[in-house]
């Protein structure tokens, strides 16, 4: 293993429960980059170095913090972590000034701000075929006299939740519940009176105490697919404004298997990397799951996971230290494989439609260039530099930027061009992903 130092960005509960698992699995002290240093890090042993800049959520300032301190430890490998949703959103619009220094797993901006945005993340919800409670909408123009689409109590919480987090006004709370036109009424003034000036999201309330209520942990790897679900039922949670679960229950019995299967194809769909947190409430009136948000980050107490025998930092770590691409099976029939070698020997080409079947021929191609007859799981890492020995052309979709499928494309036709064929793809506006519009690369002359 590569020694490493954990730089944790944060300074709040979430960032003392990666510290004690980056020490658990690895015995090793953490870094903390933050604008102030919360009461849950002041005092801990846990982390050896400490950076307060009270101007780190602006982009540039950011940028150099983070550069300053890798240049003190250079020559060190530095895994960088982000424990809050607005550090999540800066490390994404700015991964590409970082990557020389850092490793690290981050959602594209546009996934964040997307899902980070309640609406848009009840819209991909209803795609996915994952329940939620009855909503609507208000904002500072409207919320006198919007009118609500089912009957009190309501619940009242952000749509932006970075622009809430750094808000102030009395008696402040992370979700209000209103249980009459008055107390709507004063609630929706008092947020509407801070810096807050975003939506506000407005609720059915899903009846139930707090062990009602789900939570799930999941790291997605460098190559957008889940390698980490952790589904806890909270028994308590801090009557706090920041409302925090105080104990959680990692219990196979509450693991439903059809909503984890759900929620795994949504986080796959969105190419969603690195760790997401979701709440979730059990409706007992209709027998579904309603899920509530979803943050670009491990839950504040996510430590359960950990706990429980899943260490989080070790599946981070493991990923983009020791990536690992994913397996995939193949079979090449002995009459599949003759059929390609005559091609390669009279002059043909050979056209691999989709990823896994070019990973599938350069894997079982030898040194000499002939394909063997053979079954079995590859792991091969295709990305710029490599040679390929069997593949001419590819045929696949247009795959996300920074992904591992998009290396491999590039490493088959020069990073260059796939550049200006993706600049040409999203001025067309040609459809992404699994589902979306094919193209044709072309190897690049030798």
Known sequence: MTEFLPVLLGSDANVYGMARSFFMEYHITSAM????????????????????????????VFVKTLTDFAAEHSGKTLV??????????????????????????????ENVMNLDMKEYFYKACEKHGLSYPKTSSCTVQNYREVQLPFEFPCIIKPSNSMAY????????????????????????????????????????????????????????????????????????????PIGNYAAILSDPEYNDAALLEKLKNFLEDMQWEGFANM???????????????????????SYFVTAAGYNLSKWLVEDVLEHEMHSEYYVVEPEQAAIMNETKKNGGRIIAVGTTSTRTLESVTDENGVIQPKSGWTKIFIYPGYTFKAVDCLVTNFHLPESTLIMLVSALMGKDLVMESYAEAVKERYRFFSFGDACLFLAKEK
């Open 165 to 240: 987090w750094n808000c102030h006004f009395p008696h402040k709370k992370k979700v209000f519940v209103a249980y009459n036109q008055q107390e709507f009424n004063e609630i929706t003034a008092a947020i509407y009176g801070s810096s807050y000036q975003d939506e506000l999201i407005l609720q059915e309330y899903i009846p139930g105490d707090d062990n009602c209520m789900r939570v799930l942990n999941a790291y997605c790897g460098l190559d957008h697919k889940v390698k980490l679900m952790a589904l806890g039922r909270p028994l308590l949670e801090e009557q706090t």
């Open 33 to 60: 980059v933050c604008k102030a240093r919360l009461v849950a890090t002041r005092n801990t042993r846990l982390i050896s170095e400490v950076v307060v800049e009270p101007r780190l959520e602006e982009d540039e």
């Open 279 to 301: 709440d979730i409430k059990y409706d007992a009136r209709t027998g579904e799951y309603k899920m509530f948000e979803m943050n670009p980050r491990q839950g504040r107490s």
């Open 80 to 109: 960088l972590l982000s424990c809050s949703d607005g550090y999540t959103i800066l490390l994404a619009r700015n991964r590409a000034a970082l990557e020389p220094y850092y490793k690290f797993a981050c959602p594209t901006e």
